[in-house]
């Protein structure tokens, strides 16, 4: 399966979208406004899924952190086994609405 090429989109032009998104409906706020209304949306979801919650946004998806297990892996200039530790990773799973959508 070949990998989509992603593309970024930064906190920025997120602030712009929630702005005219929010000017469409007559509602006025500035951009440093709807920058600090994103930033603080994201630290509210990394901080939940930290305390151990699965912060789920319906028909979007979920954030949660997850355990890693330990395992091997090797130096590329000696070729010598080298243990990993085991860890959290902070992840999304995309909810079946949004993967219907991708696909679209």
Do not use: C
Request: glycine fraction near 10%; charged fraction near 25%.
């Amino acid at each position: 399966m070949a990998k989509k090429a992603t593309q970024s989109v930064t906190l920025e032009e997120l602030g712009n979208h929630l702005v005219s998104t929010l000017a469409d409906s007559g509602i006025t706020i500035t951009k440093a406004s709807a920058r600090d209304a994103v930033k603080g949306l994201f630290k509210l979801i990394h901080t939940s899924a930290d305390q151990g919650a699965n912060v789920q946004i319906r028909n979007f998806g979920t954030w949660s952190y997850r355990n890693t297990k330990p395992g091997k892996g090797r130096n590329p200039q000696t070729g010598q086994s080298v243990p990993v530790p085991g860890g959290r990773k902070f992840v999304f799973k995309a909810s079946d609405a949004t993967r219907q959508r991708e696909g679209e």
